[in-house]
Nanobody
């Protein structure tokens, strides 16, 4: 059974930074694109960032472009989300997910495994 474990969330002041990590217990991690999504209270889950199998191609939601950076270490089965210049509107539960293929995707429907989420709270 594939498990994804996120870490790195917490309470931070606006303007601060965090680095989220997600480690997947999947044998062929490097075969799959990875993504980060988030869900704020009372809102639907939304796409944040995605990275292809090699780490060579990334894509971001407009709301986080320039502030968030997704990266991966295939040797460690881990994907990261570096977050800078945090805003109160970034407050959400952040989820990582394994895509169904090596190509990145912005659609939650194209992800087959999901982590349990890590809470990020930004105070103003």
């Amino acid at each position: 059974q594939v498990q994804l474990v996120e870490s790195g969330g917490g309470l931070v002041q606006a303007g601060g930074s965090l680095r989220l990590s997600c480690t997947a217990s999947i044998r062929t991690f490097s075969n799959y694109a990875m993504g980060w999504f988030r869900q704020a209270p009372g809102k639907e889950r939304e796409f944040v960032a995605t990275i292809d199998w090699s780490g060579g191609t990334t894509y971001y939601a407009d709301s986080v472009k320039g502030r968030f950076t997704i990266s991966r270490d295939n040797a460690k089965n881990t994907v990261y989300l570096q977050i800078k210049s945090l805003k109160p509107e970034d407050t959400a539960v952040y989820y990582c997910a394994v895509a169904v293929s090596s190509r990145y995707s912005v659609s939650a429907h194209e992800y087959m495994y999901w982590g349990q989420g890590t809470q990020v709270t930004v105070s103003s």
